[in-house]
């Protein structure tokens, strides 16, 4: 009796292998493509150059858009911004006193001209002299000289001001240049600057790949390309572990023109030369694909 059970044990145990590698067969026979993940990489560098005082991330962190990945040295640049504010300061204090000076100026040739005025009188009754008549107009004369003089040292100094602003909005915008911001979502895949070293436009601090907006890149044969469409639905499979993982993706790009099959990929007809480039994205918002993971994919008809 034991052994009729062990037989059926051993004949079960077989059958559901074999309905399993049926299950398996059928997977593969519905892919259509196959390719590899891909993501967008971005080198992200410094606009503004100087020894690197702080970075905030490490290898694999996950960073938003606007976050701060690392901050460049601007203490020569708070000097400067600090003594440009110190002038600024000046320049209202010095315009007043301008001013004050000018109003003095400007009651002095109000008396005078109320001067003028008595001693023309007096001179045309013969009751002034010539000399009294050339003092008078020489007095006034030579304040109103002086009060001519107030409108351009008024206009020098709203010039200056106006340049200093000019050079601390310039030196504020390098200093905001000097905080190195992320521009999108992702994962830092690099770390490419260390703290103390120099950054400067041009040279990477760190490569973040946006692996939320992930794809998959495909390969499909002139009679392929002619059933599917952009923005069309089609099922994407990939690995994990020892279970297969179907998403729903969208067809985002098909190439306008044919290439030979790459080497490192596979298509359902292994006699097919020229292919054509088919880029698909899926949703990642779980992070588990990674690029450069293989996946194939069921175009739905």
Not at 30 to 35: H, P, Q, R, S, V
Not at 106 to 118: A, D
Not at 152 to 177: F, G, T, Y
Request: with cysteine; charged share 30%.
């Amino acid at each position: 009796m034991d052994y009729r059970k062990n037989v059926l044990r051993t004949i079960l145990g077989l059958l559901l292998m074999m309905t399993g590698f049926a299950g398996c067969s059928q997977e593969e026979q519905k892919a259509e493509a196959y390719g590899q993940f891909s993501a967008d990489t971005y080198l992200i560098t410094s606009e503004q150059a100087g020894p690197l005082t702080s970075l905030h991330v490490r290898l694999g962190d996950f960073i938003e858009k606007g976050d701060t990945l690392a901050v460049v040295d601007t203490t020569t640049l708070h000097l400067k911004w600090r003594e440009l504010q110190t002038q600024m300061k000046k320049i209202p204090i010095q315009k007043n006193q301008v001013l004050s000076e000018k109003k003095v100026l400007e009651s002095q040739i109000k008396t005078l001209r109320k001067e003028y005025k008595r001693v023309q009188t007096m001179f045309q009754s013969e009751a002034a002299t010539q000399q009294q008549m050339d003092q008078i107009e020489g007095k006034l004369e030579e304040v109103e000289r002086k009060l001519d003089t107030f409108q351009p040292r008024i206009a020098l100094l709203n010039h200056e001001a106006e340049i200093v602003k000019e050079k601390s909005a310039q030196i504020e915008d390098q200093m905001r240049k000097a905080v190195v911001i992320a521009p999108v979502d992702g994962e830092i895949s690099a770390v490419l600057t260390r703290l103390g070293e120099m950054a400067s436009p041009g040279k990477p601090v760190v490569e973040i790949v946006a692996i939320q907006d992930i794809y998959l890149k495909v390969f499909v044969s002139e009679k392929q390309v002619s059933t599917i469409k952009i923005g069309k639905s089609v099922t994407v499979q990939f690995d994990e572990g020892a279970s297969i993982i179907n998403r729903e993706g969208r067809i985002r790009h098909i190439a306008s023109k044919a290439e030979f099959t790459p080497q490192n990929i596979q298509t359902r007809e292994n006699r097919v030369d020229l292919v054509y480039a088919v880029e698909i994205d899926v949703p990642n918002a779980d992070r588990k694909l990674k690029s450069g993971m293989p996946g194939d994919v069921t175009f739905n008809r």
